[in-house]
């Protein structure tokens, strides 16, 4: 089985590092959907470690077991700095009438004339013609597809604040790939058709998630 060591390196840090104590000044409360949003925040800016085999983990082992991860640790406060901006904002913000929260999008690119996972596509987001923002979840965008994940691409824009009084609301999701070594481009529109919810948007747990039709290319 295929393992990207960076991955188990990454999620050891982050529960070692991030502690209700830490982030209790930088008005953040922990929670399992936190520590999920900042390991993938830091996965998303280094590339993965892959062994297939029990000599490529003792290799590892090996070689970083006498390293200060100081790249990951820079990382790490990048996140929380990251997320505290996004807690303020959301904090000083008007949202008495609740939140459009949007679900999860998944996607995945795929080389037009063999089928097999494209590396190096580039897939970005818009949300009713504006670019997707991420304020506190770490979602790449625009996000480069990498043969190692199998082409897959994930989007999860940030909710929307609804005024009091706001009803059901239409968003067009956007979502556009291409690649510097082809012609084709590949879109999809998705119409959604949300309600404002009484909710904390940035709560982890359970989300919906939608499954969009391959892009070829």
């Given at each position: ?14 529960r ?61 406060f990048?996140?929380l700095?990251?997320?505290?901006r ?72 940030d ?27 590949w ?19 359970s ?11």
């Amino acid at each position: 089985m295929i393992r990207n060591l960076r991955e188990n390196e990454v999620n050891t840090l982050v529960r070692l590092y991030v502690t209700p104590e830490v982030l209790a000044p930088r008005g953040l409360a922990w929670s399992e959907g936190l520590l999920a949003d900042i390991a993938c925040f830091m996965l998303n800016r280094i590339g993965p470690r892959y062994v297939t085999s029990e000599r490529g983990l003792n290799y590892f082992q090996a070689e970083t077991r006498f390293v200060l991860p100081a790249d990951l640790l820079a990382l790490l406060f990048e996140a929380l700095e990251s997320l505290q901006r996004g807690s303020q904002a959301a904090a000083t913000g008007e949202h008495t009438g609740g939140w459009y929260c949007f679900p999860i999008f998944f996607g995945r690119v795929l080389d037009g004339d063999g089928l097999i996972p494209l590396d190096g596509a580039k897939v970005e987001c818009l949300v009713d013609g504006k670019h997707l923002s991420s304020t506190m979840r770490p979602f790449d965008n625009p996000y480069t597809t990498h043969h190692a994940t199998q082409g897959v691409f994930s989007f999860w824009p940030d909710p929307v604040v609804a005024a009091l009084g706001d009803g059901e609301r239409a968003f067009h999701v956007k979502l556009h790939a291409s690649h510097p070594a082809r012609k084709t481009e590949w879109s999809h529109v998705h119409k959604l058709v949300l309600s404002p919810l009484e909710v904390d948007p940035w709560q982890g747990g359970s989300q919906e998630r939608v499954i969009l039709p391959d892009a070829l290319l």
